[in-house]
């Protein structure tokens, strides 16, 4: 599956968001070596520290779906935001130096690539 279609499906995620406080959609694809997609999107609480991030999300879907076989991951946000430290942190543990394509919902053919050990260098653990 190319980078484009992953983005597209992580606009569909994206699009589950429950974003009632920031207002701040986030979705999140994954894609497995046998050409799966595991959705991710950003559920937010009214007990603030409840939030989960649509990466914490998706990762933590699958590895308890008992899949593991990552290939890549899309990031989806109105402002193409990479993850953040705690997110950075769980993508170097369990998904591990694979592409992290980053893009938006208004402009999906422009995206970028990224690789967890350019943005988190030095990693606990
Ligand atoms: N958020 C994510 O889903 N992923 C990140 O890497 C950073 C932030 C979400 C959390 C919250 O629901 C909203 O974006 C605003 O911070």
């Known amino acids: 599956m190319s980078p484009e279609k992953l983005i597209k499906e992580a606009i569909i995620a994206q699009s589950r968001a429950k974003a009632n406080f920031s207002n701040f959609k986030v979705g999140s694809a994954i894609l497995t070596k046998d050409d799966k997609v595991i959705y991710g999107c950003n559920i937010e609480s009214a007990a603030y520290p409840s939030t989960m991030c649509a990466e914490r999300v ?3 879907s699958a590895i308890s779906q008992n899949i593991t076989n990552f290939k890549s991951i899309a990031i989806i946000s109105p402002s193409s935001a990479k993850p ?11 998904l591990g130096n694979i592409p ?3 893009s938006n919902e208004k402009n999906t053919k422009e995206f970028e690539t990224y690789f967890i050990k350019d943005l988190l260098p030095y990693p606990f653990g």
């Open 58 to 60: 998706a990762i933590y």
């Open 84 to 94: 953040c430290g705690p997110c950075r942190q769980i993508i170097h543990e369990y």
């Open 100 to 102: 992290i394509y980053i």
